[in-house]
């Protein structure tokens, strides 16, 4: 078995999940799932996988340096609205443990810092911002890394997302969010795509590297209205669904977020799928994939 370790935090959710199961998968590193509940029934799934299950807090500097040491490599996602000061913004002590420890690169899952992206404007998507400062944070530590930029989730189909339910009609479903009509965003199969993304970087960061470290990748699978999304789960589910815009989030964070994904193209530049990504074997899935196959599927639960 290998002895390449590879430190994956947020490891229950949703992305370090699809990290873990893609590292088992390719064998190249062994990977060392971060939760601070062993003994959940998320960290005992990824344990029966074959995953190392080891307990840390963000907020806990020490436990962070035990989880990262003798690590080659570590995938981070910091998670919004935690209770933590400006100055001590989460995944800080995950950089600097990583950097006492002698991590040789990190991958950060990020979002496009609202406020510098809205030239001022748009100040309350704090869970944006925070991860915009950390990419930065890293940058200047001077560990090797790459970020990923995501966009809306598929996933936020599946369940009420910001409170708000996919709701049934006589012939079809109409999909609730907060989006403003008509705006255009980066959507991202992150269940599916994140762990294959994470494991290309991986695994090619020494033979690839100026391909790969300081790089800002954007993973998604089109860039997109909420209108032409819902209408790819049409043709996918054969029944029409239809995007209502829920008007302003009664959030500031969050209204913050869609106003700026209206009037600010997120990751403005870059092609999606990320052609960079694909030059690197990563290959997304597709709305249709993802409404013939999990979103039918979620329905007839
Ligand atoms: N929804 C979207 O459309 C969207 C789009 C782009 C980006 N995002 C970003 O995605 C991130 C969430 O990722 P996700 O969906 O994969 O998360 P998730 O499924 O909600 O899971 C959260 C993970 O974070 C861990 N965690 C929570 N608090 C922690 C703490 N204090 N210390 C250590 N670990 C902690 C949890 O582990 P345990 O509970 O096991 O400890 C869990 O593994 C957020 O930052 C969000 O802003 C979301």
């Known amino acids: 078995m290998t002895t390449r370790i590879a430190i994956v935090f947020g490891a229950?959710?949703?992305?370090?999940s699809s990290v873990v199961?893609?590292?088992?998968?390719?064998?190249?590193?062994?990977?060392?799932?971060v939760t601070r509940d062993v003994n959940s029934s998320s960290a005992r799934a990824l344990a029966q996988l074959g995953a190392e299950i080891v307990s840390a807090d963000f907020s806990d500097k020490d436990a962070?340096?035990?989880v990262v040491t003798g690590a080659e490599v570590v995938f981070l996602v910091t998670v919004p609205f935690s209770p933590v000061s400006p100055e001590d913004v989460q995944g800080k002590n995950v950089v600097d443990a990583s950097k006492e420890a002698g991590v040789r690169f990190m991958v950060f899952s990020t979002l496009p810092g609202v406020s510098e992206l809205s030239n001022g404007k748009y100040t309350n998507a704090t869970h944006c911002d925070d991860k915009e400062k950390i990419r930065k944070y890293i940058q200047a530590s001077g560990v090797p890394h790459a970020?990923?930029?995501?966009?809306?989730?598929?996933?936020?189909t599946l369940k009420p997302f910001a409170g708000l339910p996919l709701e049934k009609t006589d012939n079809g479903y109409v999909w609730n969010a907060y989006a403003r009509p008509g705006s255009v965003t980066v959507h991202t199969w992150v269940t599916r795509d994140m762990g294959p993304s994470v494991v290309a970087l991986f695994t090619k960061y020494t033979t690839r590297a100026s391909?790969?470290?300081g790089q800002y990748f954007v993973l998604g699978s089109a860039r997109t209205s909420f209108e032409d999304f819902a209408a790819e789960l049409s043709k996918?589910?054969?029944?029409?669904?239809?995007?209502?815009?829920?008007g302003k989030a009664g959030f500031l964070p969050?209204?913050?977020?869609?106003d700026s994904v209206a009037e600010y193209p997120w990751y403005g530049e870059v092609d999606i799928p990320d052609p960079r990504l694909?030059?690197?074997?990563?290959?997304?899935?597709?709305?249709?994939?993802?409404?013939?196959?999990?979103?039918?599927?979620h329905l007839a639960e």
């Open 147 to 156: 970020s990923i930029g995501t966009g809306f989730f598929f996933e936020n």
């Open 21 to 33: 199961r893609a590292l088992l998968e390719d064998g190249t590193f062994r990977p060392r799932a």
């Open 64 to 66: 962070i340096k035990n």
């Open 236 to 246: 996918a589910l054969g029944a029409p669904v239809h995007f209502k815009s829920a």
């Open 278 to 297: 694909e030059k690197l074997g990563v290959k997304t899935g597709t709305i249709e994939e993802f409404g013939r196959t999990v979103f039918k599927s």
């Open 254 to 258: 969050l209204s913050d977020m869609f």
């Open 12 to 16: 229950t959710g949703q992305q370090g």
């Open 211 to 213: 391909e790969i470290v």
